[in-house]
T-cell receptor, first 119, second 116 residues
Framework: DTGVSQDPRHKITKRGQNVTFRCDPISEHNRLYWYRQTLGQGPEFLTYFQNEAQLEKSRLLSDRFSAERPKGSFSTLEIQRTEQGDSAMYLC?????????????????FGSGTQLSVL | AQKITQTQPGMFVQEKEAVTLDCTYDTSDQSYGLFWYKQPSSGEMIFLIYQGSYDEQNATEGRYSLNFQKARKSANLVISASQLGDSAMYFCAMREGSGGYQKVTFGIGTKLQVIP
């Protein structure tokens, strides 16, 4: 049973460059989440997918950010024209949720994250 | 107002002793879930324990227990018999509401260091 995997683990880029991160969720999980975590803070929600549909986006997700989950399996998060303020750990999580059922106990399984440093 | 408040930036505990990590929350929903996650230096967030707002018993998972005091809106994590491998960041989180999607909100975490 493989967990959530993220690639790359670390990314160093220059300001203004585009970067793309990949997340492979646990295979049977239908929900996939992206979170951002800066030093000294807890993870902050960015966006989530139910299968291939992107159902919610945070106001933190500026139009330089785009996320896709084309076949309802892996997901990519792209940041265009990176800024130094984008430096953070980007965490992916997945879960198995059943529509129509209460989801307050929905457990998230996280990957190890991608640490982005923008110089 | 902060949804999740963790007031202890750092905690020390002697190996084999018990430690309590504090968490208070703020919600007007009747249905919500409370979680604790552990984040070691490797970065991965590891689920530890869950408590539902309607659960009458405090949740327990091995050495972890959740001291749920609904009226005080607190959900403290108790780790018994601390081990060196427990040294990590610990995050309290809450999922609110019922039906559809509910965002999970995390606190800022508590750094626990276990001393040999």
């Amino acid at each position: 049973d493989t967990g959530v995997s993220q690639d790359p683990r670390h990314k160093i880029t220059k300001r203004g460059q585009n970067v793309t991160f990949r997340c492979d969720p646990i295979s049977e999980h239908n929900r996939l989440y992206w979170y951002r975590q800066t030093l000294g803070q807890g993870p902050e929600f960015l966006t989530y997918f139910q299968n291939e549909a992107q159902l919610e986006k945070s106001r933190l997700l500026s139009d330089r950010f785009s996320a896709e989950r084309p076949k309802g399996s892996f997901s990519t998060l792209e940041i265009q024209r990176t800024e130094q303020g984008d430096s953070a750990m980007y965490l992916c999580a997945s879960s198995l949720a059943f529509p129509g059922q209460g989801t307050t106990n929905e457990k998230l399984f996280f990957g190890s994250g991608t640490q982005l440093s923008v110089l | 107002a902060q949804k999740i408040t963790q007031t202890q930036p750092g905690m020390f505990v002697q190996e084999k002793e018990a430690v309590t990590l504090d968490c208070t929350y703020d919600t007007s929903d009747q249905s919500y879930g409370l979680f604790w996650y552990k984040q070691p230096s490797s970065g991965e967030m590891i689920f530890l324990i869950y408590q539902g707002s309607y659960d009458e018993q405090n949740a327990t998972e091995g050495r972890y227990s959740l001291n749920f005091q609904k009226a005080r809106k607190s959900a403290n994590l108790v780790i018994s018999a601390s081990q060196l491998g427990d040294s990590a960041m610990y995050f309290c989180a809450m999922r609110e509401g019922s039906g559809g999607y509910q965002k999970v909100t995390f606190g800022i975490g508590t750094k626990l260091q276990v001393i040999p």
